[in-house]
């Protein structure tokens, strides 16, 4: 039930921007030459780097297949020149935007050049995640429907003897638990909205919801299947998610001041 967790180590985009921080463009090397435009081997890098930061790996085949491409990209831009395609209105609007999301991503590298995060802060946002995530985890199956009515019949159809997981598959919104019955993952109680997370923490184990839960996403039907003490993985393990976590809030309060203090009409 991937959609109603909202407790994540990992903070989109910001582990990329991590990475790229460390190109070191290579601007006095050039990769190749078409039709004698030079292409620079700091883009070649860039790419690569940027495709790195998402798992990709670094080797002389992909770094072959992606020297091929720039070029044929460059053959085709030229081209596309020649037909003066460069001055359509579509293609310079399409470069102003290119050209502010480029703005933001620089933007976006700077502040994270400038604020690290210390080790210091790093342990403080350790003890403050294994404070909110608590010392269990549990494993839970859940029917999710749009109405109080519906949820309220299917908890009668369960007591009277119907698998929760055959309604589950039948009847669930939840596309991500549905077809596995309404199987959840093991979490921790704070991985989930509230109040879905309350419910469980007042559940024993094979306990059936007796009355729907509510949250923004709808009505739930919740049996709670087990519970076990949470390991929280080592500091070192997730220092580096950490990290991206700080960044993510850092950033997104700095943002927040720039917005406050710009003049939109």
């Known amino acids: 039930m991937h959609f109603l967790k909202f407790s994540q180590l990992t903070a989109l985009g910001i582990s990329g921007l991590i990475a790229v921080t460390a190109v070191h463009a290579q601007s006095g090397s050039t990769m190749a030459k078409v039709n004698g435009v030079a292409i620079p081997q700091s883009r070649l890098e860039l ?132 077809n596995k019955g309404g199987e959840l993952d093991w979490s921790p109680a704070a991985s989930y909205v509230q109040p879905f997370a309350e419910a469980l923490t007042k559940m024993t184990k094979g306990q059936l919801t007796q009355q729907p839960v509510k949250t923004p996403f709808g009505w739930h039907v919740i049996r709670l299947d087990d519970v076990r003490p949470l390991k929280v993985p080592p500091f070192e393990e997730i220092k580096q998610n950490l990290a991206q976590r700080v960044l993510q809030r850092e950033f997104a309060a700095s943002v927040g001041d720039l917005r406050g203090k710009a003049k939109v009409e």
């Open 47 to 178: 790419i690569l780097k940027a495709r790195t930061a998402q798992g990709q790996p670094d080797t002389p085949e992909t770094r072959k297949a992606l020297r091929e491409d720039l070029i044929t990209e460059e053959v085709i831009a030229q081209e596309a020149k020649k037909k003066g395609l460069d001055k359509d209105p579509d293609f310079i609007t399409q470069m102003e935007m290119a050209r502010q999301t480029a703005l933001v991503r620089a933007y976006q590298i700077d502040y994270i050049k400038k604020h690290p995060v210390s080790d210091e802060e790093l342990r403080k946002e350790y003890e403050a995640v294994k404070t909110q995530m608590g010392d269990k985890e549990y494993k839970a199956h859940h029917i999710l429907v749009a109405t109080e009515e519906e949820a309220k019949d299917i908890i009668a159809n369960i007591k009277k003897g119907t698998k929760l997981e055959k309604i589950a598959e039948e009847k669930s919104l939840d596309t991500g638990s549905k």
